[in-house]
Structure formats: structure tokens, C-alpha cells
RNA sequence: GCCGCUGUAGCUCAGUGGUAGAGCAGCUGUUUCGUAAACAGCAGGUCGUGAGUUCGAGUCUCACCGGCGGCUCCA
């Protein structure tokens, strides 16, 4: 029941169009077996195949170039990505940054040149002739069925293809090279690691520098920089991928907790806690020591061996197994937070986003079949409920079904895969497919969200468990007095709760709404003089449990509101002689927005209010310095 | 784990084989100020770690560790 984000893969979202994947079910782009993609005038195309064709056609003109540096490379697929394009070849010496700057002014060339691309198709045999000093194109060539396999070129250059090209290398529109990076051949690690070069293409120079801007803005607010800044967590080189929660950092992660066990009493969640340690016993029964063995932290004592836990189902069904239940106690939804470790291969781990210390907002349901739709509709519901109290947005469906590694029937996973399918039509849901991408001991659902700067992450997953009730031996006494077999699922909202602070703080750019806010206040007092009554103002806030501090540092007010804004504080609380007198202050929200001179317990309804309803302020992030 | 890049003060970064630097943050003092940065001074470093080359290494080489960008994986 793991709802981590795979991490973004470009390659997994392009329309591919080389005869790279033999995979079945993937279709070809062309319909057209002749594949004349000059048929309609380019300029008459849709924008988006306008768009696709130019960054395909960028790849080859980016392969022409490195062939022309490198007579002797090897060139393998180049597909057009989200954002671009990118081509992999095997060269004898690894690219550096100044090869890159080389390469882009080689292609500006073949632009400069507006050379024609010809496509047509050709005889396989005469493909192997014409690639035979190419080894990744024959291995392409052998892994067509057809006869005939397709051949563009341009100028000197020519590939074995596809196609879906511009008519002319002057049309490419503005692309820039932008990294180059590893990449197996046909994304098998057992195969060579090719070097892939990335490029960026739109349509446009302004769509292209938009698109840097973008990403700029996206790194202000990667949450490993905020992390910092806003004093939340960091990780440490002592203990890679384990975060240090630093005060303000714990009061977030607390505070999705309390959140989240407010809606566990709400839907009728039972809390656990459950060992850190188990005996490699119960790892053989949940298959995970078969499974996962490598990525777990395994040790031995007293002579017997032991895993530290890095999920908490296998727990929670011998928690099952040591009591009885009758039907009447179903369903039983066990939730738990504690600490889970995996460990996670060193070039995985990524800020927070992908960690070997974490916690989840975890729980395992066992229940009747017949039970079984209502529950997946309440998690569907409390889900939602999650997404609008903390603005997320609408999220995207996903059906995972069947991997290639399985536990239990096929009869039973396409049962499975219905039953899921089906609570997802009657919540009233549309939904996508993943192929292959359940997990190994049953199908799951997976919501995916936007954030607020278009990038989609993975939270909710609810999984069908076919294989620990039995493994297990789970029993149930129904109605009929006979032991039955419990269904079981797996469920989280929020995920790994690091993996989601990483994703929100990114999301809110560290605006999180008060309720959440680790100092909720912070009071301002204008001279020292000032400074007894903004102690007396934090006082009355603290009674109501409100988070305030007092800045008084010996600087100007200017730069305590600055201090604050950059701190993501909601309210700022400015006090001087004016507001002493009239025992208020006057207050300043995230936004900049001056609200003007508020008595304290106006001052206490709104912030209490706010944080009670869980309000989502709304204030978007303003320019920072 | 694999490919590439990278590691200098808390942070951001200069530093061309020859005595370790700046800005911000911090500390101290002055200033007592009305909505995004007052002024001055002080302090801060085994240049990731360990070997090697060299008269001499932050700088060159190698190994290891961490980080970054990808790939693979992700219960």
C-alpha cells in the first residue's frame, strides 16, 4: 500500500512514435502504413501535432549533430517529451556541459539549412544493410513484426523511424539542450547505461523562456530550500534520507496528524500501535521477505532475525489474527502513524519526497465483501474531504491492475480489478487505467493530485488485498456461524506523511494555512517601549492556543514585517503607542493586507475562527525579496 | 544500485599550484524607529573524508561519503 510518486518519467508520457516499443498494446502513432506525414501542410495542423512533430523532428536534427561530433557513436531512441525532446546514444566519452553548447549550435545549423525530412518505408532487409554498424537500430529492427520498417532522413542524416515530422529542419520553432543524464537502454538496468541528452522545445522563444521562468519559480519553492528557510526540517549526511524535524516542522507534521485522527473519530477508525520490530517470521508470511528483503533493514539478535517494519500491514493482521471477531465487529479499520524504514537505494532518495524514515496516514480495513463498496465509498468521500480542507485541487483516477509479479489467481485479480472499478463508476468517478502498476498482492486505486504549479503527485491509494487475509489465516465468524475469510484493504490519504509535507510546503510555497502554520502570529512591537504590552498581547493569544511570538529584536518595524512575511507568519500584529492605548493592535495579514487597528479579542475570534474552521486563507504568495 | 555533475563560514557564492574571501544570517554596541532590509564593530573554516603527486594542494589524481540531475526501483 505504498502511494509514493513514481518519480516524473518523461518517456512515460510520450506518444512514442520510434519503433522502440515492442511492448504489446502500445500502438503505433501512424495509422497510415505509407506514414506520409506530409499529406496536410504542416501549418495546417493541429497546434499540439505541430508541437509533437517539431520536437520529434529536433531529436533527429540533435542525433544528426552528435553524429557529426561523433562520427563513431551509437545512436538508440529520441522521442519528443513533455517540454521537449531528448535522445539516447552510446558515445565513447561522457558529454560535458561544453558539448551540449557545441551540439545546439550544430543544430541551429541544420535549422539555418531548412533541409527537407523525407520519410518513407523501406525493406527490413535493406534497414539491417543500412544500420549495420548500428547496434541499437538492429535490435529495433528485429523487434518489428511488419515487413517493411520506416526511414527518415535529412541531409546526411538518416534514422530508422516512425515518423510524425515537420516537413523542414527550419521549423523546429525555439528549443534549447538542456542536460544530459543516464539512461538504460530500453530502460532495463540490466542493459548499457546510454548517455540521454535533453533538450526544451516550444513553439515559440517567449513559451520556451516562460517555461524557464517556471521552473525558476519552482525551485524557489522546492521544499529542501524552504525546509530551510522556514526552519521546518532538514536531512543530514549522519543519517541519509531520515529528516531532523526541527520544532516549526514538528508542529506540521503534528497538525496533520491531529487532522487526520479528528477524521479517523469522525469515519470510525480504530488507532494502534503496533512493534517497530518483528521477527523475520512474520515478513515470510506477508511475502515481503520474499519480496522486499534487499530494501529492509534486517539485522540479527539473539541469534534470530529480525526487519525493523517498513509498512504496517503485516502488523495489523497479526493484530487480527490474535483476537476473534464476529461479522458484528466488521469492519474494523485500523489506523496507525508510527515510524516505518525502508531501505531505499541510495540514488533514490530525494529530499523528503523519497526518504528511509517516514510515517503514513495508514490503515488497514477488514471487512465482508458485502461491505466491501461502502467502505471504498467512504474513503472516496474522506479523501475529499482531505483535499478540500487543505486546497487541493480535483484529483486524477487511476485503476492499477495486475503487475508481473503476483500473488493469488488471475480470476481473482480480475475480480478484483472490477469490484474497484466498479465503486469508482457508482462514487461517480471517471478513471484511467495503469497497466501492470498494482501492487504485487492486489490492485489499487490512486488519486493523483495537481499542485499549485501544475505538477501531479500521487496521494490517496486504496488497495485490494488478495493474498495476507489468507497467508495470514484471518477468520471471521458470520451470521451463519461458520469462519469466513475477511477482505481486506489497504488505505492512505495523505501518503507518507514527509513525502507530503514536501509536496504542500512546494504546493503552498510555504503558505500554509493557519491552522497548520507553526507560528500562527507574530507581534511587532514598534519601540522597546512597546515591547511589555506586545508580551501581554501574545499572553492573551496563547490562552486560546494560538502559536505567536514576539519579534523584539532591536530592529526597525519594517524589517520585523519583512522578517515575518518571508517566515509565511498569517497575521502580523503591529503595536505602538496608538494601539496601546486603545489595547488593540493593528494587524497585517501574509498577503500585505493591512486590516487595520483590531481590539485583541477581535483579534482572538479571528485567528481562533480561522483556525477552528480550518480556513483556507486563500492569500496568494506575494514577490519576495 | 547505474550514468553524469557536484561538495569552500549557518545560507548564497568568489578564490588562475604559492599566507582562506565577500554578502546575508549570528553576536556586541549605537539607534527607539508606523507596515518588506538602520549604522558600526566583532566573531565565524581541520576548504566533505582519506590517500597520492608536488618544495608547496581549496586548486591536480585516486578512493570513499554526502548532495544534485536523470535511469532503474518504489510493498
Given at each position: 500500500m505504498e502511494p509514493r510518486e513514481r518519480a516524473s518519467r518523461p518517456a512515460g508520457q510520450a506518444r512514442f512514435c520510434l519503433l522502440c516499443d515492442s511492448a504489446p498494446g502500445v500502438a503505433r502513432a501512424r495509422e497510415d502504413p505509407a506514414m506520409n506525414d506530409h499529406d496536410t501542410p504542416f501549418d495546417d495542423l493541429p497546434a499540439e501535432e505541430?508541437?509533437?512533430?517539431?520536437?520529434?523532428?529536433?531529436?533527429?536534427?540533435?542525433?544528426?549533430?552528435?553524429?557529426?561530433?561523433?562520427?563513431?557513436?551509437?545512436?538508440?531512441?529520441?522521442?519528443?517529451?513533455?517540454?521537449?525532446?531528448?535522445?539516447?546514444?552510446?558515445?565513447?566519452?561522457?558529454?560535458?556541459?561544453?558539448?551540449?553548447?557545441?551540439?545546439?549550435?550544430?543544430?541551429?545549423?541544420?535549422?539555418?539549412?531548412?533541409?527537407?525530412?523525407?520519410?518513407?518505408?523501406?525493406?527490413?532487409?535493406?534497414?539491417?544493410?543500412?544500420?549495420?554498424?548500428?547496434?541499437?537500430?538492429?535490435?529495433?529492427?528485429?523487434?518489428?513484426?511488419?515487413?517493411?520498417?520506416?526511414?527518415?532522413?535529412?541531409?546526411?542524416?538518416?534514422?530508422?523511424?516512425?515518423?510524425?515530422?515537420?516537413?523542414?529542419?527550419?521549423?523546429?520553432?525555439?528549443?534549447?539542450?538542456?542536460?544530459?543524464?543516464?539512461?538504460?537502454?530500453?530502460?532495463?538496468?540490466?542493459?548499457?547505461?546510454?548517455?540521454?541528452?535533453?533538450?526544451?522545445?516550444?513553439?515559440?522563444?517567449?513559451?520556451?523562456?516562460?517555461?524557464?521562468?517556471?521552473?525558476?519559480?519552482?525551485?524557489?519553492?522546492?521544499?529542501?530550500?524552504?525546509?530551510?528557510?522556514?526552519?521546518?526540517?532538514?536531512?543530514?549526511?549522519?543519517?541519509?534520507?531520515?529528516?531532523?524535524?526541527?520544532?516549526?516542522?514538528?508542529?506540521?507534521?503534528?497538525?496533520?496528524?491531529?487532522?487526520?485522527?479528528?477524521?479517523?473519530?469522525?469515519?470510525?477508525?480504530?488507532?494502534?500501535?503496533?512493534?517497530?520490530?518483528?521477527?523475520?517470521?512474520?515478513?515470510?508470511?506477508?511475502?515481503?521477505?520474499?519480496?522486499?528483503?534487499?530494501?529492509?533493514?534486517?539485522?540479527?539478535?539473539?541469534?534470530?532475525?529480525?526487519?525493523?517494519?517498513?509498512?504496517?500491514?503485516?502488523?495489523?493482521?497479526?493484530?487480527?489474527?490474535?483476537?476473534?471477531?464476529?461479522?458484528?465487529?466488521?469492519?474494523?479499520?485500523?489506523?496507525?502513524?508510527?515510524?516505518?524504514?525502508?531501505?531505499?537505494?541510495?540514488?533514490?532518495?530525494?529530499?523528503?519526497?523519497?526518504?528511509?524514515?517516514?510515517?503514513?496516514?495508514?490503515?488497514?480495513?477488514?471487512?465482508?465483501?458485502?461491505?466491501?463498496?461502502?467502505?471504498?465509498?467512504?474513503?472516496?468521500?474522506?479523501?475529499?474531504?482531505?483535499?478540500?480542507?487543505?486546497g487541493l485541487g480535483e484529483p486524477l483516477v487511476k485503476l492499477a491492475t495486475r503487475p508481473e509479479k503476483f500473488v493469488g489467481e488471475i480470476a481473482s485479480w480480475d475480480a478484483s480489478e472490477r469490484l474497484l472499478g466498479e465503486a469508482l463508476t457508482s462514487a461517480g468517478y471517471e478513471y484511467v487505467i495503469a497497466p501492470g502498476e498494482g501492487a504485487f498482492y492486489g490492485p489499487k486505486v490512486e488519486f493523483h493530485v495537481r499542485d499549485a504549479i501544475g505538477r501531479s503527485w500521487q496521494l490517496s491509494t486504496i488497495q485490494i488485498d488478495q493474498a495476507m487475509p489468507t497467508s495470514f489465516g484471518l477468520e471471521y465468524t458470520g451470521a451463519d456461524g461458520e469462519s469466513h475469510t475477511p477482505m481486506m484493504l489497504h488505505r492512505a490519504i495523505l501518503g507518507s506523511l514527509e513525502r507530503f509535507i514536501g509536496v504542500y510546503t512546494e504546493h503552498t510555497a510555504g503558505h500554509f494555512p493557519l491552522w497548520l502554520a507553526p507560528v500562527q502570529a507574530v507581534v511587532v512591537p514598534i519601540a522597546d517601549r512597546h515591547v511589555e504590552y506586545a508580551e501581554l498581547i501574545r499572553t492573551l493569544l496563547k490562552a486560546h492556543r494560538l502559536r505567536v511570538e514576539v519579534d523584539d529584536s532591536n530592529e526597525r518595524m519594517g524589517a520585523k514585517i519583512r522578517r515575518a512575511q518571508l517566515q509565511r507568519v498569517p497575521y502580523m500584529l503591529v503595536v505602538g503607542d496608538r494601539e496601546q492605548e486603545a489595547e488593540a493592535a493593528a494587524v497585517r495579514d501574509g498577503s500585505g493586507v493591512d486590516l487595520g487597528a483590531m481590539p485583541v479579542t477581535q483579534i482572538i475570534e479571528r485567528l481562533a475562527g480561522e483556525r477552528d474552521t480550518r480556513a483556507l486563507h486563500g492569500a496568494p504568495p506575494v514577490a519576495e525579496g
Open positions: 505541430r508541437l509533437f512533430r517539431m520536437r520529434h523532428s529536433a531529436a533527429h536534427v540533435l542525433a544528426e549533430a552528435v553524429l557529426e561530433l561523433f562520427p563513431e557513436a551509437k545512436y538508440a531512441i529520441g522521442p519528443p517529451v513533455d517540454n521537449g525532446f531528448y535522445y539516447d546514444f552510446d558515445l565513447p566519452r561522457p558529454l560535458n556541459p561544453d558539448d551540449l553548447v557545441a551540439l545546439e549550435a550544430r543544430m541551429r545549423v541544420s535549422v539555418e539549412r531548412d533541409l527537407v525530412i523525407h520519410g518513407e518505408q523501406i525493406p527490413k532487409a535493406q534497414a539491417r544493410e543500412i544500420f549495420k554498424d548500428q547496434p541499437y537500430k538492429l535490435e529495433l529492427i528485429e523487434g518489428i513484426t511488419d515487413d517493411t520498417v520506416g526511414y527518415f532522413r535529412h541531409g546526411e542524416f538518416h534514422d530508422l523511424c516512425r515518423g510524425g515530422h515537420t516537413e523542414r529542419t527550419g521549423q523546429l520553432g525555439a528549443f534549447a539542450l538542456d542536460r544530459v543524464a543516464g539512461a538504460y537502454w530500453r530502460g532495463d538496468e540490466k542493459n548499457a547505461m546510454l548517455q540521454r541528452v535533453y533538450g526544451l522545445l516550444f513553439p515559440t522563444a517567449e513559451e520556451l523562456e516562460a517555461f524557464r521562468v517556471t521552473r525558476e519559480e519552482a525551485e524557489k519553492r522546492d521544499h529542501r530550500r524552504l525546509g530551510r528557510e522556514l526552519d521546518l526540517f532538514h536531512l543530514d549526511a549522519i543519517s541519509p534520507g531520515s529528516p531532523f524535524y526541527h520544532p516549526k516542522g514538528t508542529v506540521l507534521y503534528n497538525g496533520l496528524i491531529d487532522y487526520m485522527r479528528d477524521l479517523y473519530r469522525e469515519y470510525d477508525y480504530s488507532e494502534v500501535i503496533t512493534p517497530q520490530l518483528f521477527s523475520a517470521d512474520l515478513w515470510k508470511i506477508s511475502g515481503h521477505y520474499q519480496n522486499f528483503r534487499d530494501d529492509m533493514f534486517m539485522f540479527e539478535a539473539d541469534e534470530s532475525e529480525i526487519g525493523v517494519k517498513p509498512m504496517n500491514c503485516p502488523g495489523h493482521c497479526w493484530f487480527f489474527k490474535s483476537g476473534h471477531y464476529s461479522y458484528r465487529d466488521l469492519p474494523l479499520r485500523l489506523a496507525e502513524f508510527t515510524r516505518l524504514h525502508r531501505f531505499e537505494r541510495s540514488g533514490v532518495l530525494h529530499g523528503m519526497t523519497r526518504v528511509r524514515s517516514f510515517s503514513q496516514d495508514d490503515a488497514h480495513i477488514y471487512c465482508t465483501p458485502e461491505q466491501f463498496e461502502g467502505e471504498v465509498h467512504r474513503f472516496f468521500e474522506m479523501s475529499q474531504r482531505v483535499y478540500h480542507d487543505l
